[in-house]
């Protein structure tokens, strides 16, 4: 079974840094990657979504980059802001049947003004 | 388009009661997914629709469990005799099929406290 590792579990950094959160999976037979931003009691927003063909998304601040043969992607913030504070999740889909997603457990950041 | 709703967004209950939460999807969206999360946890899957047919359910779901999107709109979720073990975050996300590219779309959860 794919298990998903996201280290570490928390972060706090101060406003203006850059940052990269990290993600590994234990099998690299994936389709794709992808990051999802969960606020407080709330649902996921998913950020980006790599194939398993891609090396790296890009949507405003964020990168997401990935490197299937090791087992790990990265995702980038640029000049981090109050408002990034959140979770972030990484989840690899490793078919495409309904059960063939699997989530990390998260990098909670905080970002201190 | 509103996104994915569910209802309600918090409930608490005493052990034994049954609950139900209902989710709405988007409106064009076919695939319908029930996932629980826990705390410090990423989502588990539970269960998932094809239109109105269930096809797929996790082992997590005991027979306490039962799920129904009887005209693939909207579905519910009801766990019957709750137990302390079932108190999470339940979930429920929409796409429309994409194949291994699929994208869902998550509603904000409905917060589960069973005392």
């Known amino acids: 079974k794919q298990e998903v590792t996201q280290i570490p579990a928390a972060l706090s950094v101060p406003e203006g840094e850059n940052l990269v959160l990290n993600c590994s999976f234990t099998?690299?037979?994936?389709?794709?990657l992808q990051w999802f931003r969960q606020d407080p009691g709330k649902g996921l927003t998913s950020l980006l979504l790599?194939?398993?063909?891609?090396r790296e998304q890009t949507s405003g601040r964020l990168n997401a980059s990935l490197d299937k043969s090791s087992g790990r992607s990265t995702l980038y913030i640029a000049a981090s802001q109050p408002g990034d504070s959140a979770t972030y999740l990484c989840?690899?889909?490793?078919?495409?049947?309904?059960?063939?997603?699997?989530f990390g457990t998260g990098t909670r950041l905080t970002v201190i003004p | 388009d509103t996104g994915v709703s569910q209802n309600p967004r918090h409930k608490i209950t005493k052990r034994g009661q049954n609950v139900t939460f209902r989710c709405d999807p988007i409106?064009?969206?076919?695939?319908l997914y029930w996932y629980r999360q826990t705390l410090g946890q990423g989502p588990e899957f539970l269960t998932y629709?094809?239109?109105?047919?269930?096809?797929?359910k996790s082992r997590l779901l005991s027979d306490r469990f039962s799920a129904e999107r009887p005209k693939g709109s909207f579905s519910t979720l009801e766990i019957q005799r709750t137990e302390q073990g079932d108190s999470a975050m339940y979930l429920c996300?929409?796409?429309?099929?994409?194949?291994?590219?699929?994208?869902?779309?998550f509603g904000s959860g409905t917060q589960l406290s069973v005392l």
């Open positions: 790599i194939q398993s063909s891609q």
């Open positions: 996300a929409s796409s429309f099929e994409q194949g291994t590219n699929e994208k869902l779309f």
């Open positions: 409106s064009e969206h076919n695939r």
């Open positions: 989840a690899v889909r490793t078919g495409g049947g309904a059960n063939n997603l699997f």
């Open positions: 629709f094809q239109n109105e047919a269930q096809l797929e």
């Open positions: 099998d690299s037979a994936i389709y794709n």
